[in-house]
Structure formats: structure tokens, C-alpha cells
């Protein structure tokens, strides 16, 4: 099962570009990488997911290189309504081992 | 509004009883998941059932218990409860392995 590491938190400034990355080395063919936000109290919203290269949405882009090992979720001019925690998933399985695990998450404060 | 409903959103109940929460996934959406969440913890994966069958189960402990129906709304039964056991559950939906997930907004459940 491909575990993730990602930082345990962040800061910023409004208006500055943050990049999170999180590691997955042992991620299989088959595996898609997405990240979810969630606020205090919220269930975890779906922001983007990608299988390689790069994926842009309204909201973030996802940065995967070539060998999958890593993927950077960047949220362009961030305000303080991005102050969140911030996961990385990999998954699924396509075989009896299927689960989707949320690690630590990145807690991300956007300061004024 | 994710299109996941949890009802009931908060539930106050006394130890060693028994309780019932349900999820009326997104239209369409076939699999299931459920996650506990206790104060300031991570998403602790219970869960997951596909079209009505257990399809993979996390740290699930032997007193919950878990079913999805035919018309796909799922239910988890929690007996015997603890204090431990008082945390934010949340159900989330997919259409298919490979889908994001989307996630309601949780019951909160206090043991007392």
C-alpha cells in the first residue's frame, strides 16, 4: 500500500504562492494521486487529481515528474480561507488490499 | 454541497448504548466509505462497501458494524459505546475506484 509523507505544516502570506509536496515512493502503476482540503469540523473537500505530468483546475494545480515518486499540490495567491489541512492520498489498489488512507495532512496558516 | 447526506448531524448518548448512523450516498455513486475522526486526530479509515457488498475494511473494532442496502444508502452501527468512541463521523462516496471521494458533513457523535 503506498504510504505518503507530506510536511506536518506550512505558513504563508496572502497573496504568495504555496507548494506542497508529498512523497509516495512506493506507488504503484495503477495508483492516482489526489488531494483533498478540509476545515475545521467539514468533511475533506476534493481539490485535484492527477496521474502524471501536470493537472490545473480553477482552484490548484498538480505537479507529478516523470518517475511518480513525489507530486507538489500549488495553490496560486492564497487568501486566508486556505488556512486548512491539506492531504495527499494514492490509491486505489486495484486488488483485495484496496483502502483509502489519509496521512497527517499539511496544516497550512495563510497570515494576513 | 457534496451531494453525500449524514443524518442525524449530532448525537449525544450515554456509554454502552448503541447507535445508528446513515449516509445517503451521491446519485450514481456505488461505493461507500466510512471514517472516524476524533478531536484533532487524523481521518481514520473504517470502511468501504461497493454496491452493497464490503468491498475493504480499516481499524473497524468488532462492537461497529457497517451495511450498505440496495438502494446504496449505508448505515454504521456503533454498540456498546465508549468516551473513546466520541468523534466526527464522516461517509464519503465515489463513483468508482478510481473517483474522488465526497465526503458529507458528519455526524458528531458525543459520549457521555
Known amino acids: 500500500l503506498a504510504k505518503t509523507t507530506q510536511p506536518i505544516s506550512m505558513d504563508s502570506y496572502e497573496g504568495q504562492e504555496v507548494n506542497i509536496t508529498c512523497s509516495h515512493n512506493n506507488i504503484a502503476t495503477n495508483d492516482y494521486i489526489t488531494w483533498y482540503q478540509q476545515f475545521p469540523s467539514q468533511g475533506p473537500r476534493f481539490i485535484i487529481q492527477g496521474y502524471k505530468t501536470k493537472v490545473t483546475n480553477e482552484v490548484a494545480s498538480l505537479f507529478i515528474p516523470a518517475d511518480r515518486k513525489s507530486s507538489t499540490l500549488s495553490l496560486p495567491r492564497v487568501s486566508l480561507s486556505d488556512t486548512a489541512v491539506y492531504y495527499c492520498?494514492?490509491?486505489?489498489?486495484?486488488?483485495?488490499?484496496?483502502?483509502?488512507?489519509f496521512g497527517s495532512g499539511t496544516r497550512l496558516l495563510v497570515r494576513p | 454541497d457534496s451531494g453525500v447526506t449524514q443524518t442525524p448531524k449530532h448525537l449525544i448518548t450515554a456509554t454502552g448504548q448503541r447507535v445508528t448512523l446513515r449516509c445517503s450516498p451521491r446519485?450514481?455513486?456505488?461505493?461507500v466509505y466510512w471514517y472516524q475522526q476524533s478531536l484533532d486526530q487524523g481521518l481514520q479509515f473504517l470502511i468501504q462497501y461497493y454496491n452493497g457488498e464490503e468491498r475493504a475494511k480499516g481499524n473497524i473494532l468488532e462492537r461497529f458494524s457497517a451495511q450498505q442496502f440496495p438502494d446504496l444508502h449505508s448505515e454504521l452501527n456503533l454498540s456498546s459505546l465508549e468516551l473513546g468512541d466520541s468523534a466526527l463521523y464522516f461517509c464519503a462516496s465515489s463513483v468508482e475506484d478510481n473517483s474522488p471521494l465526497h465526503f458529507g458533513n458528519g455526524t458528531r457523535l458525543t459520549v457521555t
Open positions: 492520498l494514492v490509491g486505489p489498489r486495484m486488488d483485495s488490499s484496496y483502502k483509502l488512507i
Open positions: 446519485s450514481g455513486d456505488l461505493s
